[in-house]
């Protein structure tokens, strides 16, 4: 079945450090993918998608590329703000399926 | 903006009481989600729902069912809420499209159950 594996946190980098978190996933089909971000006391937010191979989504300094040949969609950001201190999950959502499957997510801190 | 509002942001209930969680959407989305989150699991769908009326179980519907009445509306409903039911509850929604399906969620429901 489809899934996603994403790197386990928690994650604790200094302020304008570089990020990256792990995402890889197993599916059937061409499924799109996501990365959510959950910050304190709320709901997740979409930060960024990439719907086909080697498409790169981008928002807020973030990016990750859709890689078929290696199955993975990995998070980076070139320097880090206290501010992206939060929840970050992986997911996939099959073409025109609902069935969304989401990593673990991974908890990132940024200190000043 | 889609805005996705949930009746409770936390919610304190007893074992054995039956508990209603609320979620509206305001963008006319035809399909609508439960998921509970927990600590090192990541999201687990509960049901999920593509139509007024019309529900499916997700990986983990037990325990729990939900009530959709109105296209806009998505009930959780847990008929005699246990300890091992103390979560956070997110409730989605997301139009069906055929390119892919990008999922708003609500600010989440912390339930405890003692």
């Known amino acids: 079945g489809n899934s996603v594996t994403q790197m386990e946190g928690p994650v604790t980098l200094s302020e304008e450090a570089f990020l990256t978190i792990n995402c890889t996933y197993t599916?059937?089909?061409?499924?799109?993918l996501f990365w959510y971000v959950q910050y304190p006391g709320e709901g997740l937010q979409l930060l960024l998608k990439a719907t086909k191979a080697d498409d790169k989504g981008s928002n807020k300094g973030f990016e990750a590329t859709y890689r078929k040949e290696t199955t993975s969609f990995h998070l980076e950001k070139g320097s880090v703000q206290v501010s992206d201190s939060a929840v970050y999950f992986c997911a996939l959502n099959r073409y025109n399926n609902n069935d969304m499957r989401f990593g673990a997510g991974t908890r990132l801190t940024v200190k000043p | 903006d889609v805005k996705v509002t949930q009746s409770s942001r936390y919610l304190v209930k007893r074992t054995g009481e039956k508990v209603f969680l609320e979620c509206v959407q305001d963008m006319d989305h035809e399909n609508m989600f439960w998921y509970r989150q927990d600590p090192g699991l990541g999201l687990r769908l509960i049901y999920f729902s593509y139509d007024v009326k019309m529900k499916e179980k997700g990986d983990i519907p037990e325990g729990y069912s939900v009530s959709r009445e109105k296209k806009e509306r998505f009930s959780l409903i847990l008929e005699s809420a246990s300890t091992n039911q103390t979560s956070m509850y997110l409730c989605?929604?997301?139009?069906?499209?055929?390119?892919?399906?990008?999922?708003?969620f609500g600010p989440g429901t912390r339930l405890t159950v003692l």
């Open positions: 599916a059937t089909g061409y499924p799109s």
């Open positions: 989605a929604s997301s139009f069906t499209s055929v390119t892919y399906n990008e999922q708003f």
